[in-house]
């Protein structure tokens, strides 16, 4: 490719990226984290999807053409293909639960079963997750909220990309924003560096408050690592107690 090519790529990409924002009554996209490190070193800590420091998400928030409610923002969304991704999923994964819930968690990607379901952690590694919500928490899955940071199947269960999760990140945040949950519960590295920066370091960083848009956020390890490394599942329920605590279930 052509540097001069590269370049309208790139831009046309940038601005791909700002109408989408826009579209959706958010502020400018994030500036990534790196930007920032640069723009002002003491920022160093800032998430790829974190503006607050970086856009004014509160000015246009209230605007009416823009999506208030979850529903608003799926029919919004369409038959998506901001990204690759679309070219090989079966179905859209949005997220499901309540659009109240006091508690969201984010994964990262749906996989091989919850590309051919439509919907968010149904496969081993979600029928773990609804164990930890089920039995652990003694809540239901329609109490909670489960979405993930890309809302389609990456091929062959590769991470999702950096662009592809730039492309999503938008909606991820509109979601949140939408919901306001008292506790976002983040699973995994690829979640968690997608929402708090690529400093992010999973077995370091787990099982401490962080927070996203002022939203509190604990990092937990991803169920599908538990099914691969048992017993992580003992910080899993460390974490999870926290949580509980924190949303004023009882824990026994
Ligand atoms: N893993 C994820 O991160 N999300 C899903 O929805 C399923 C598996």
Avoid at 205 to 224: C, N, Q, V
Wanted: proline share 7%; net charge positive.
């Amino acid at each position: 490719m052509k540097v001069e090519e590269e370049i309208r790529d790139i831009f046309s990409h940038i601005r791909g990226l700002i109408e989408a924002y826009q579209d959706i009554g958010l502020g400018p996209p994030p500036l990534s984290a790196d930007t920032l490190r640069f723009l002002s070193p003491d920022q160093s800590n800032n998430a790829a999807l974190n503006i607050k420091s970086a856009g004014k998400a509160e000015d246009n928030r209230d605007q009416p053409t823009h999506p208030a409610s979850l529903k608003d923002l799926r029919e919004h969304i369409g038959d998506c293909q901001r990204c690759k991704l679309y070219k090989g999923r079966t179905h859209l994964v949005y997220g499901e639960g309540s659009p109240v819930a006091k508690l969201v968690f984010v994964g990262e990607g749906p996989g091989y079963d919850e590309d051919l379901a439509g919907r968010p952690f149904v496969g081993k590694s979600g029928k773990l997750l609804t164990k930890i919500i089920e039995k652990g928490m003694g809540l239901t899955r329609e109490e909670v909220y489960i979405c993930n940071v890309v809302k389609c199947h990456p091929p062959k269960n590769r991470d999702p990309e950096k662009d592809e999760i730039e492309a999503c990140a938008p909606f991820l945040r509109k979601q949140l924003q939408i919901i306001n949950p008292e506790v976002i519960c983040c699973l995994g590295r690829v979640a968690c560096q997608a929402l708090l920066g690529r400093d992010f370091k999973i077995t370091r960083d787990r099982g401490k408050w962080r927070s996203y848009e002022d939203i509190p956020l604990m990092p937990t390890f991803h169920p599908a690592y538990l099914l691969r490394n048992p017993s992580a599942k003992r910080e899993v329920w460390e974490d999870v107690k926290i949580i509980m605590k924190r949303i004023g279930l009882e824990v026994k």
